[in-house]
């Protein structure tokens, strides 16, 4: 029996506990999971194993970026206790009646919303993912198999003991909560395979991990968060708007899926907002990658674009920039170079407006608002657990539902065919 | 660039069209292809090139029940046509806004349902299928990438034809319906590797040609119909309810997925059920594999039964019986052996009927009636293409709805974060 087989089955006993869970056990679980984090000594235990993960990363010579990215302070888990205690306050999707009907010959249908079974989560560096993909499982009906990076793994053990001391305290089995300890690539591998046990799996980091992901894994998968977006600025668009949207999208922060990464902009408009759009951009040293045209309009702060640098997702202050000569050259750009994520056009044009969300294909098509905006918290559904760039399942921001399955349940007396 | 490839980049440029076409559009092309399906010349066509699929079948000494699927009569291809009328009469799942809301900064958010884009099906002998699976992507707004058993090829080229010429005649490019014409094993898997070009694959067949696909694919697939359908007898069961039930279950249609495999009855009642449930099987000659206990009450009538009795899908004159001690028993017997498909409890307890439907983790969980009627037109969903065994995207008979994703539209007046 391999190392996930033994998780897959400590799984599989775990969650019939939680599955028929009433909302107030779970929401219970996640206060006690929110007072066991502020707990003093839980707190300098979780301090002292992220310590750990620090150093072991200053000796491997990981960039300082990343390193922030894994630490923890007392404000960092103050906050992760606190998104617990929020998720108590959102609806709880598990046992909602979608649909239902009586059929000709007597039989009642109700289509219902079950938990998954197991959820299977591989992310990166950020220990608070822990917290929160654990919280969002339980409280969506959910076991969970959580796998991070390898450079968090003191850190991810601190706060899953705390987590599952918490869910025994509640009188529930501790393994509806379980950590990949072993972060080989093997045991990775093992859990992308693991369809037996795991009924879907959900990558969160960059597109490496990804199209690993994808191209190994037996167990469904939701692909999400890589985020090649545009934004399409219209002949008809407001200048003033064109720029402010463009520069929120690129500048409020780069490092986001939901950031923009190319500006698209119809030649007749061209002149007038590329340089009011260079000028903004200043601010923040943002380096332009543009096409000729867009060369000819800004000169020399204009670094040449290439073919890559539209597939690019750069999480950084660069942005890629092409003129277009019409809504249909823009749509097809779009189409040919997009992750599906989030795009949006700045027009005033009823028609043009219309046309850009009707036949842009991606997850979320704005019309004169930005992109960042893409996100479960701005969509109302409270916590989310990534930003689905497929189709199957979920697309956009997937809350609590999104984690979700249904049933049918048929009652009759007797009925045959 | 591969075969795959080639048919991706058509269906590709050939989908723009039909995402934005209306209903009524895309009813027309449904009535076209039905109306050219009934002209006397091309049913000679179809009915001629079907002839040499059977004669091919009966050289390579193919079974006589598989030949009996591979055959087309007038009165079938009649059949196939109507089906398409009927889906006219269908709902159209597309453009349906699912959600909205306006957000605190007014925002204008709506959830709508989109095509998929490009749906692939692999299937194997019946060419009805060809048909079914194209309308139904069609009404849908998807292209489609058929690939069809290589017994059928010569009646799926011909069915193929004609309803491509009559997607030309409604103004569409006759590339949204394709053909896989070449049925290697190396192009079967150049398709479920085909991620850039295929949104979702749905297989349809038994389930080694299911395995295939889940094992090797990188398109997210929908796993369909294979189906180890289980009838537990409660202690407090109406006995006539339950034999009428389990013999509905076992021999209205045992070659099909929601047919009964396995009878699980409750040790208090066995005495009195098993002796008339294998009086009423013997009209035809159903065959018992039966536990221990069984073998006390039957005698001689029943075979022992093995542990993979309980895990096969016998699609045959077969049925696995066992004695349970209680309720906990046929549920985690249920959770063993199910492939997740249907299952029914036959009882007169309002409690153990609701446990049984509160913690069978199945797509369809009966009381009471039979679990043939798992189909989408006694759901009410009209035509089905297929009845998902698994929990992402849809469980369950899928119609028209479950062959669309979704979108969300923000529209603004200059938003930023």
Redesign the interface.
């Known amino acids: 029996m391999d190392y996930m087989e033994q998780l897959g089955q400590r799984a599989a006993l775990a969650k ?1 506990s939680l ?2 869970a009433s909302t107030g056990e779970k929401n219970r679980i996640l206060e006690e999971i929110a007072r066991r984090l502020r707990m003093g000594e839980n707190e300098e235990k979780i301090l002292a194993a992220n310590e750990e993960d620090i150093a072991h990363a200053r000796e491997n010579g990981i960039e300082e970026v990343m390193v922030d990215r894994l630490r923890l302070t007392r404000d960092r888990i103050q906050g992760i206790a606190d998104a617990c205690i929020q998720l108590t306050n959102l609806e709880d999707p598990v046992g909602q009646i979608i649909e239902g ?1 009586v ?1 000709p010959n007597g ?1 009642k ?1 109700s ?1 219902v919303r ?1 938990p ?2 197991v959820v299977g989560i591989i992310y990166e560096s950020r220990p608070n993912v822990t917290v929160d993909a654990a919280s969002l499982c339980i409280k969506s009906g959910n076991a969970a198999i959580l796998r991070g990076g390898k450079e968090a793994i003191c850190s991810n053990k601190a706060l899953m003991e705390v987590m599952r001391e918490a869910v025994a305290a509640c009188g529930f089995p501790k393994d509806l909560i379980q950590l990949v300890e072993d972060t080989s690539r093997e045991v990775s591998v093992q859990m992308m395979k693991a ?1 037996q046990w795991i ?2 799996l959900v990558p969160r980091g960059g597109a490496g991990l990804i199209q690993s992901v ?2 190994n894994a ?1 167990v ?3 692909e999400t968060g890589t985020g090649n977006c545009h934004i399409y600025i219209d002949s008809s668009a ?1 200048i003033a ?1 064109a720029v ?2 463009t520069d ?1 999208g690129k500048t ?1 922060r780069p490092s986001v899926c939901n950031a923009l990464e190319t500006c698209l902009v119809h030649r007749d408009i061209a002149e007038r907002f590329l340089p009011a759009l260079a000028e903004r951009l200043k601010e923040h040293q943002v380096e332009l990658r543009g096409c000729r045209r867009t060369a000819q309009i800004l000169g020399e702060q204009v670094v040449p674009a290439t073919e890559q640098d539209y597939a690019t997702e750069f999480l950084d202050y660069i942005l890629a920039v092409r003129v277009v000569d019409s809504l249909e050259e823009a749509i097809e750009h779009i189409g040919r170079y997009s992750t599906g994520h989030s795009e949006c056009i700045v027009t005033e044009s009823y028609h043009n ?1 219309k046309r850009f ?3 842009v ?10 992109t ?3 996100d479960g918290g ?3 559904l409270g916590a989310e657990i990534g930003i689905s760039t ?4 979920a ?2 921001p997937m809350g609590l539902k999104e984690l979700t ?13």
């Open positions: 019939k599955a028929t009907s059929r039989m249908l289509k079950t998954m079974g369809d009924d879907v994808v191209q037996t469904p998968v939701i407001d708007m402010n949207l929120n409020q407006a969300q009707e036949e294909d991606s997850a979320c098509v704005y019309v004169n608002c930005s960042r905006f893409t701005e969509f109302g497929q189709k199957l399942h697309r956009g399955t249904v049933k049918y349940l048929i009652s009759g007396d007797g009925q045959i065919r």
